[in-house]
């Protein structure tokens, strides 16, 4: 069973860039797929960012296309979400979940068993 940390998330001005960082441990880190999903006050989780196991392929949701990079180092066991280009829309808790023996074409809450606590993130216009 994986336990995810996440970190990195902060106050930034728009059109800023942040880098979030989600660090498992308890298992081998690279039988899980990993995504990024957000949660804004008031509204439902939705999913950001998806990568396979191997790291060769990503799934992005259109809103962050372009402008997010989801990446992992399997040696270190954590993945990163380099967002950049941000906007106050963007201003949401950040999760990191994970699925043993998954791949990057999941995008529901439902085909993740396991997350982290979420990291605040907050754009200002």
């Known amino acids: 069973q994986v336990q995810l940390v996440e970190s990195g998330g902060g106050l930034v001005q728009a059109g800023g860039s942040l880098r979030l960082s989600c660090a498992a441990s308890?298992?081998?880190?690279?039988?899980?797929?990993l995504a990024w999903f957000r949660q804004a006050t008031g509204k439902d989780r939705e999913f950001v960012a998806a990568?396979?196991?191997?790291?060769?392929?990503?799934n992005y949701a259109d809103s962050v296309k372009g402008r997010f990079t989801l990446s992992r180092v399997n040696a270190k066991s954590t993945g990163y979400l380099q967002m950049n280009s941000l906007k106050p829309e963007d201003t949401a808790v950040y999760y990191c979940?994970?699925?043993?023996?998954?791949?990057?074409?999941?995008?529901?809450?439902?085909?993740?068993?396991?997350w982290g606590q979420g990291t605040q993130v907050t754009v200002s216009s």
């Open positions: 979940a994970a699925r043993v023996w998954g791949s990057a074409s999941r995008v529901s809450e439902s085909d993740y068993a396991y």
């Open positions: 308890g298992s081998t880190f690279s039988t899980y797929a």
């Open positions: 990568i396979s196991r191997s790291g060769e392929t990503t």
